[in-house]
């Protein structure tokens, strides 16, 4: 059974920092994108980062871009999202996943993950 489980949220304020992990279990990820996506209250989910097993290719959304850092350690089959200089539109649950193949047509569609966590709540006061 494919799990992903992701820690390290929490409440922080504006200008902090946070680091995310997403520990997999049930299969092997080394040759799968894996993504990091939000959703706050009242929006659709969105799309952070991801970061390819091709040369850790990574990809950002241009409203995190420079302040978070997305990185994998396949070896412990965990994927880890950095976050320095938060704001408080960096509100929301966050959500790692994978595809269920190792070729996707965009990394940035959540339509393209077959497999979530659960989420993990991270919360920025001004």
Same mark, same amino acid.
């Given at each position: ?7 390290g ?9 946070l680091?995310?992990?997403c ?7 080394s040759r ?7 959703q706050a209250p009242?929006?659709e989910r969105?799309? $952070?980062? !991801?970061i +390819?097993?091709?040369?850790d #290719? &990574? $990809?950002? !959304?241009? +409203?995190?871009?420079g302040? #978070? &850092? ?9 994927l ?19 595809p269920?193949?190792?070729t996707?047509?965009s990394?940035?569609a ?5 497999y ?6 991270v919360?920025v006061?001004s």
């Open positions: 059974q494919v799990q992903l489980v992701e820690s949220g929490g409440l922080v304020q504006a200008g902090g920092s680091r995310l992990s520990a997999a279990s049930g299969r092997t990820f799968r994108v894996m993504g990091w996506f939000r009242g929006k969105e799309f $952070v980062a !991801a +390819s097993w091709i040369n #290719f &990574t $990809v950002y !959304a241009d +409203s995190v871009k302040r #978070f &850092t997305i990185s994998r350690a396949n070896a412990e089959s965990t880890y999202l950095t976050m320095n200089s938060l704001k408080p539109e960096d509100t929301a649950v966050y959500y790692c996943a994978a269920g193949h190792e996707i047509a990394m940035r959540p339509d393209e993950y077959d979530w966590g659960q989420g993990t709540q919360t006061s």
